[in-house]
């Protein structure tokens, strides 16, 4: 199964990649991005987990390695 | 106008920070996870660009600066 994992800064957290991309955009001309912020995006293959464990042992490893908590937030989907 | 860029290593292409978190993973208990692919998740708030402009747009700005086209790929899409 694929898991897509996207992760990003809570609210409120400054994020100076994004800062710094938005700025390089200005100078390059665009100026009419007015924000960006920055993530990751994770692809997990995963084989052998029943379905109903899936949930659980997805959240467990983003909170055991994948994300930091304290400044970032996660949504996931299960494509297959 | 949101939109949502995601940057992934091209085919063939080798990913050494997936590796290693795969790694750390298998050291942690999760031997079902079979590969991991880390790439970037990028949030761009656009104003004042035409519908019609958006495409182009977007296709320079992650040509220019947001993708290394040599070993990655790219999908967007425009949220609202």
Known sequence: MLV???VTF???ILD???KAVLHSLHT???KSVEDVRIGRYIELNINDTPEEE???KIREMCSKLLVNPII?????EVVR
Chains 1, 2 share one sequence.
């Open 4 to 6: 897509k994992i996207y």
């Open 16 to 18: 100076p990649q994004g």
């Open 72 to 76: 970032e937030d996660f949504r996931y």
């Open 54 to 56: 899936m949930d659980s």
């Open 10 to 12: 809570r609210e409120g």
């Open 28 to 30: 390059l001309g665009y």
